[in-house]
């Protein structure tokens, strides 16, 4: 396909409530969006980088200037025939996975309008609902967080997944299980936690958690490895999957048992796919995190979701827990039975509201194949 024009896009969008893990405090998300016009059609990407570089090495900056210098000219020389052509149109520039998959997510959304199929389908999905749980951010008292809770169980969601760090983990737990010994539970502690805390994390083993979401450092295998040796709770690794060969090492070494996909964090669709077929090979289930998107990289979620090996609730839920307005129509909505259908109409099934994105655009580039050259 030609690629007629590449414009990148940061919108700001303010959170409907902030949203507290181990590493910050997020209450504006910077979104950052990647347009890329093609012989009448239009894709779009997010890149998921967060505003400060907490959860990865990447933030809306760094990958703004990426984008605009490195990638997006990269893109633009070329003409690829599908998505799964950017790894290579990328080769070159090392690391900066969000920023890749803002473009290489906009080139599928692309293919699949120009096949007229489903982006759920050109992927290899297989479902037509996903399961649907939240995460739930660190709050300022138990009581608000059980009100949280309950909130989003008489919503329908199937898992609730805790935020968690040293002092806000076992007590936390313990009153949750309390009162739901029902729930599918599990919390994620974004690296908040050493191998001194090994007792402690051994004592989660309590609660019957679904998974202990990266306990360790963000870049590790090994210690997890060692953890889970001593753990009844399954670890699921996120910040330390990177693409396939770090998912087939912590398999190999078992330092997890389940593995969070994630679209930026892995660099787009096709090491998504390739992670989640060496998990689905191996028996590990899957299953699709957050980023705190906006609509687009959403539906992207929703798209990389009906694949076969994502059989657990994933952290892709309603556009309004995030949103007052969301940029796509329609919004997402979630079931009372906490699913979210997937589109089956050409591409990835929701509509960009334009004059919305331009109202809450703050800065725009547009990028040429020159820049290349220059
Ligand atoms: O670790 O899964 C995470 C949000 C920002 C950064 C990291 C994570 C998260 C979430 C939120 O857990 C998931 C969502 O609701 O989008
Ligand atoms: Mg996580």
Not at 4 to 11: S, Y
Not at 144 to 163: D, P
Not at 353 to 370: C, F, G, H, N, P
Request: negative net charge; aromatic residues 6%; hydrophobic residues 40%.
């Amino acid at each position: 396909m030609r690629i007629d024009g590449i414009n990148l896009r940061e919108l700001h969008m303010p959170l409907v409530r902030p949203f507290e893990t181990s590493f910050g405090v997020t209450r504006n998300r910077r979104i950052l969006l990647a347009e890329v016009q093609s012989e009448g059609l239009t894709g779009w990407g997010e890149c998921t980088a967060g505003e400060r570089p907490f959860f990865s090495g990447e933030s809306t900056d760094t990958a703004w200037q990426v984008l605009v210098n490195e990638l997006g000219p990269m893109l633009a020389a070329e003409s690829p025939e599908h998505g799964g052509d950017c790894p290579r149109i990328f080769r070159s520039v090392r690391g900066n996975p969000m920023a890749k998959a803002a473009l290489e997510n906009a080139i599928w959304d692309l293919e699949a309008q120009r096949e007229g199929i489903s982006l759920a389908l050109l992927l290899g999905g297989v479902r037509e609902t996903i399961p649907c749980g939240v995460s739930l951010g660190i709050q300022s008292s138990i009581p608000e967080l059980l009100a949280v809770v309950e909130r989003e169980l008489a919503s329908g969601y199937q898992r609730i997944k805790l935020k968690c760090k040293p002092g806000w983990d076992v007590e936390v737990f313990e009153r949750v299980r309390n009162r739901w010994p029902g729930i599918t539970l599990s919390c994620d502690a974004n690296s908040a936690y050493k191998l001194r805390d090994e007792d402690h994390l051994v004592s989660f083993d309590a609660f019957d958690l679904l998974m202990i979401e990266q306990p360790l450092w963000h870049d590790d295998f090994y210690f997890h490895s060692v953890l889970q040796k001593r753990l009844n709770t399954p670890i699921c690794l996120d910040e330390s999957i990177r693409n396939r060969r770090d998912a087939l090492a912590a398999i190999e070494m078992e330092s997890c048992k389940i593995i969070n996909i994630k679209l930026g964090r892995v660099g787009g669709f096709s090491e998504a796919i390739a992670v989640h077929n060496a998990a689905l090979e191996r028996g590990i289930p899957v299953w699709c995190g957050g980023m705190l998107e906006s609509g687009i990289g959403r539906a992207h979620n929703i798209a990389l979701s009906a694949l076969e090996g994502f059989t657990l609730p994933g952290d892709v839920s309603a556009s309004a827990r995030y949103w007052a307005e969301d940029i796509i129509e329609p919004e997402v909505k979630v079931t009372a039975q906490g699913e979210i259908a997937i589109p089956d109409t050409p591409g990835r099934g929701y509509e960009v509201r334009s004059e919305l994105i331009d109202r809450l655009t703050v800065r725009k580039e547009t990028i040429r194949a020159m820049a290349l050259v220059a």
